[in-house]
């Protein structure tokens, strides 16, 4: 009779102290080992064929890892299960496994970050399907990766009714997403998006329709099965299978497979060959739904793209976004997020000439909801007529020969969908746009400071050397107070008043009080020369006369509306009432040109300077 080896199992129910054995036995990982965050040859557990390893993968940002695990054997490593949490974790942070605690993920400080709450755990085990799991002494699974999936699914895993894929935000961005995949208590699998932070979901944007109908009749969707040989079915109550795509896969002895629920709403089936020779790579099999941006109709949301932005669908099924000329990307590092217009609409008289705006007009383009006015029977040009004059009017849509829609903002589910027969988008844009983005200008944008951007814009405006600087000295000042202060917030310097106070804008003596007066001399002098100096460009402005505060400054001269509008936001700022002074955030706005500046008025309603301005006039 031949020597049977003893499978591990025994050892552990027999041998005592276990981890003696379980550390000889690949795969296993017996309580007590731990691993540690490092970028050099970051050790993991792997799988006993190696297919699979747990631990910290680094991320693209420098000294972040992510706890997951991924591909081992295949160059790019993909991650298919990860801890979820809000920040990729830091180097030598470290997870541990604890008895009766399960695995526990701690930072450098030893603050405890993540735990699978797995009280009895004796040992976990990397198993070559890709699924970590947690057992007790009696061998019962305390935890599994595969039954806390995030947004991929392995071959050998199992969703049961109730269960949740979700997507990340980005490709590098591991925090939660806005789309789901979920196979509903009644048997149905939808891809939905949900309202962040929370779950509540949106209307689906695919369906398996394996509920049991309206009649309670059919056999509802009981699982969502990968299977071992890499097909993905709906088994159902009567154990029919119904295939999400009936595509044929190769050989799981050739071929690796996960199914993802990508972070732009796409859930894919693909394969990568299994030799571990670099110009293998993921090829997708088959995704649904066949085209997202037709799909996507949820009221409430976005859509496939962010708010203003119009889904393309590529050849490869996945969607592509974009803004409409005269919008740009509210997130320039997010090319699926929210597009914002880099103008202002106003509803002024003066504004409203059609002189001043003219439309983008695209074809089989459509936002499908924000109509908030339906005109028919309406021709086209009196369709264009109406938005051009209407104010609230960012998009009319002119479809079916003779019907007008009139779109406001926010636009959701954009989209370029052929079956709109050829109808049109007029989107409404603003001609000459007074505001030339500080990124237009500036050799390398930093388009993420804008803030800092409209700093340097201006001091480059000091350079003139006018009164006008002044003027524009105190807006910086308004500024630069709001990244001081962030500087400083952690230091006692400021008494509650003036922390109330910071939220708006602050006058330079203000300033100079706050920050223990640590300034130069030259603006020492301009701070007291703040009064007649602001006086006097208040008059400027009221009589139009805001050319002789500039002189030299060609520039500006160059642009005479974002003068007038520095001049408005500089006015605003130093109200002598703190409380008519606008916050941070909407002087930003404001000399971005993203909101309209309010005529101000004059900086001294109390003080009256009567006397110096009439003396320094004659
Ligand atoms: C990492 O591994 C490489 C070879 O695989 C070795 O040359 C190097 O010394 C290792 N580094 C550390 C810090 O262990
Ligand atoms: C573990 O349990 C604690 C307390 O019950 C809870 O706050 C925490 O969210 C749980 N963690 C996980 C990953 O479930
Ligand atoms: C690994 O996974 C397979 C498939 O789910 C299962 O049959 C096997 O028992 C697992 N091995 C261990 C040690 O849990
Ligand atoms: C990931 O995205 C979230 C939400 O947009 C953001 O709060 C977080 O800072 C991002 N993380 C990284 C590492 O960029
Ligand atoms: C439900 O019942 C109605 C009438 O009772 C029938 O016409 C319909 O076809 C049924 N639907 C299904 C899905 O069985
Ligand atoms: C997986 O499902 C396919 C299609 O239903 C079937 O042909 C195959 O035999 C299944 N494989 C396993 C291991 O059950
Ligand atoms: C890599 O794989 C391809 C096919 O998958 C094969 O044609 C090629 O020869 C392989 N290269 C190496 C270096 O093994
Ligand atoms: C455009 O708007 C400005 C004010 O913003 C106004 O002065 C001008 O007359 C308007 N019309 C044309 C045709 O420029
Ligand atoms: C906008 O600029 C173009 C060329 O720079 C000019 O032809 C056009 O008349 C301008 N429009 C307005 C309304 O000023």
């Not at 276990?18 to 550390?23: L, W």
């Not at 829609?405 to 959701?412: C, D, Q």
Request: with cysteine; aromatic share 10%.
């Amino acid at each position: 009779m031949a020597f049977v080896h003893p499978h591990p199992f025994v050892f552990l129910l027999i041998l005592l102290p276990i981890s003696a054995v379980a550390q000889n036995d690949p795969g296993y990982v017996n309580v007590g080992s731990f691993l540690t965050a490092t970028d050099e040859n970051s050790t993991s557990w792997l799988s006993p064929s190696g297919d699979f390893a747990f631990g910290f993968s680094p991320l693209k940002q420098k000294d972040l890892f992510l706890l997951s695990i991924w591909f081992a054997r295949i160059p790019d490593k993909t991650v298919v299960w990860y801890a979820r949490l809000d920040n990729p974790v830091p180097r030598g942070s470290k997870v541990e496994l604890i008895n009766d605690r399960g695995l526990v993920l701690t930072g450098p400080q030893n603050d405890e970050l993540w735990t699978s709450n797995s009280t009895g755990t004796l040992f976990g085990f990397m198993n070559n399907t890709g699924n970590f799991v947690l057992q007790d002494s009696n061998l019962n699974s305390l935890w599994e990766s595969f039954k806390d999936p995030r947004d991929t699914m392995l071959p050998a895993q199992i969703m049961e009714r109730g269960g949740v894929l979700s997507s990340r935000q980005s490709e590098n961005n591991f925090s939660k997403g806005r789309f789901q995949l979920q196979l509903g208590d009644d048997g149905n699998l939808v891809l939905h998006t949900i309202n962040l932070p929370t779950d509540n979901p949106n209307e689906a944007y695919y369906e398996s329709q394996t509920t049991a109908g309206d009649n309670g009749t059919l056999s509802p969707g009981k699982e969502l099965v990968f299977n071992e040989s890499g097909y993905m079915y709906i088994l159902k109550d009567d154990n029919q299978r119904v295939a999400l795509r009936s595509e044929r896969v190769e050989s799981t002895a050739d071929f690796y497979f996960r199914a993802t629920l990508n972070f732009d709403g796409v859930f894919t089936q693909y394969s990568h060959p299994r030799t571990s020779n670099a110009s293998g790579s993921w090829n997708p099999i088959w995704s649904v739904p066949d085209n997202i941006c037709v799909a996507s109709n949820a009221k409430i949301g976005s859509g496939t793209c962010g708010f203003n932005s119009i889904c393309t669908i590529k050849p490869d099924r996945r969607p592509m976004c974009t803004c409409p000329k005269g919008y740009s990307f509210l997130d320039p590092n997010d090319p699926y997020g929210t597009c914002k217009p880099d103008f202002a609409q106003g509803c002024d008289e003066d504004e409203l000439s059609p002189g001043n705006y003219s439309f983008e007009v695209r074809k089989n383009t459509d936002w499908p909801f924000s109509d908030y006015a339906y005109m028919k029977p309406y021709t086209e040009d009196q369709c264009k007529k109406s938005c051009m004059e209407d104010c609230m009017c960012a998009v009319a849509i002119f479809r079916l020969g003779d019907s007008c829609w009139k779109k406001k903002l926010p636009l959701s589910n954009g989209k370029v969908d052929s079956n709109l027969n050829s109808g049109l988008a007029f989107i409404k844009i603003r001609n000459n746009n007074s505001i030339t983005r500080p990124d237009d200008r500036l050799p390398n944008p930093k388009p993420e400071n804008e803030n800092q951007n409209n700093l340097v814009l201006m001091w480059s405006m000091l350079l003139g050397g006018s009164v006008f600087v002044n003027i524009i000295l105190i807006v910086t000042i308004c500024l630069g107070f709001f990244f001081i202060y962030h500087k400083r917030l952690k230091r006692p310097i400021l008494n509650v008043d003036a922390v109330e106070m910071n939220l708006r804008c602050f006058t330079y003596k203000e300033l100079v009080e706050a920050t223990d007066g640590r300034r130069s001399v030259d603006l020492e002098t301009i701070g007291e020369q703040q009064a007649i100096l602001t006086d006097w460009a208040y008059d400027c402005y009221q009589e139009g006369r805001l050319d002789s505060l500039v002189e030299y400054d060609v520039e500006a001269l160059d642009d005479r509306r974002k003068l007038v509008r520095f001049v408005m936001v500089a006015l605003w700022c130093i109200q002598e009432d703190p409380f008519l002074r606008p916050t941070m955030r909407r002087a930003t706005q404001m000399l971005e040109g993203v909101v309209e500046v309010p005529v101000p008025p004059s900086p001294y309603p109390y003080s009256s300077s009567v006397v110096v301005r009439s003396s320094r006039r004659d």
